[in-house]
């Protein structure tokens, strides 16, 4: 699953069925840049922590109920290796700049 960010456009969620990895990115911005976007929380390193509620938004049409339920049990077992923030829910990501 991929968190894709380009300039001037809304993020798009791809590979929205690979519920066995999950990260951010970043396409047509320069290695290391992080732009303000809602719902995105920059860590230092090259991760972020990403709200579920965008990565719904982003699936859009594929966020189907049965994808939801796929989608909450990725999140729920990425919470067992500290991939999920206890307060926010929000998910960690890695960062790719391309």
Request: aromatic share 12%.
């Amino acid at each position: 699953m991929i968190f894709s960010c380009k300039p001037d456009t809304a993020p798009q969620l791809l590979d929205a069925e690979d519920f066995k990895a999950f990260k951010l990115a970043f396409d047509g911005y320069v290695v290391g840049q992080k732009p303000v976007l809602d719902g995105v929380r920059y860590l230092p390193d090259d991760h972020a922590f990403v709200s579920q509620r965008q990565v719904i938004r982003a699936a859009g049409q594929q966020a189907t109920l049965a994808w939801r339920e796929a989608f909450a049990a990725m999140v729920s077992s990425a919470a067992k290796y500290g991939w999920v923030d206890p307060h926010t829910q929000d998910i960690k990501v890695h960062i790719q700049w391309q």
